[in-house]
């Protein structure tokens, strides 16, 4: 399967994941941007606006641009890193046996992908999202300020611009750090977790999933599950960062640094301010991987069968 398909299955699949999860992401903004914010003040202040419906998805230009993009790069180069290990030749273990790096998925699994083991699993998801995170940054760091009621820009360009006057092109990576060290352990433990858990769940219908002519709508249920599982396990371990993240995006002059911006945060805020916005971040992460990651495989599967 060539790589440009892969990468238009991630963009599709990426953009509509963030449009129709936006609101949530909103939310998860508003909450994270100060200790005194809470998702029910957060959704009444919203609520209570001149134009509700259309301020929920405030910022969804940037976040379906971001997602979409990123999404494309992410499955692009996790796709060509894992095809990679794939290939790699046979690791000798006891009395000389050997044991293959890595398989290729037959018709009796759920996934469409290179069947890899836990530390190629991890390695290569974690690669692949701080490649692709460096690169999506600056639409991040718009999306999170014209998202925050900190600003008022009234666009895009505008606040590109308010940016670039004040900091520079330094200040389109706000966070990047932050970002990095939340994206590489999530976006590893989500493979390795997703992976662990379509084993297991597709184990309870392996007779739905070996067959051909129903394997589809089950398949995909397993995939979705996997991914509700991975991403629950995933975005908690891995909260801490984002919400240091959204506060270094916020307020960059204030917050300096990680360390400077856990330090203050844990003095001034406590260990809950770690995990501001961890409900919202479950939710819509769950949903947006366990879909974006359930059409991926599907749009790969599909087009897999059609090219036999």
Known sequence: MVTAFHIAAGL????ASALILQPADLLKTRVQQSHASSLTLAF?????????????????????????FGSALYFGMLNQMRQYAARLPAVPIVAGELKPAAT???GSSS?????????????????????????????????VRYESTHYSYTSMAGAAKDILAKEGLRGFFAGFGATAV?????????????????VQLGAFAPTAVESHTASTSTSATVNFMSGVVAAVSA???TNPFDAIKTRLQIAPGRYGNMIRAATLMLREEGVK?????????????????????TVYEELVRRAERALV
Do not use: C
């Open 235 to 237: 975005t908690t371990l």
């Open 111 to 143: 996934s469409a992908l290179p069947k890899l083991g836990n530390v190629a699993n991890l390695t290569t998801g974690a690669l692949a999202r701080v490649a692709a995170g460096f690169v999506v940054n600056p639409i991040t760091v718009l999306k």
């Open 104 to 106: 290729t998925t037959t």
């Open 12 to 15: 599709g699949s990426g953009a």
């Open 273 to 293: 301010s770690m995990f501001s916005g961890l409900s919202m971040r479950i939710g819509r992460k769950a949903l947006s991987s366990a879909f974006t990651w």
């Open 182 to 198: 939340r994206d590489a352990p999530y976006a590893g433990l989500y493979v390795v977790v997703y992976e662990q858990a379509k």
């Open 44 to 68: 009444r202040s919203i609520l209570d606006g001149p134009h509700p419906v259309r301020s929920l998805w405030r910022g969804v230009t940037p976040s379906v641009i971001r997602t979409g």
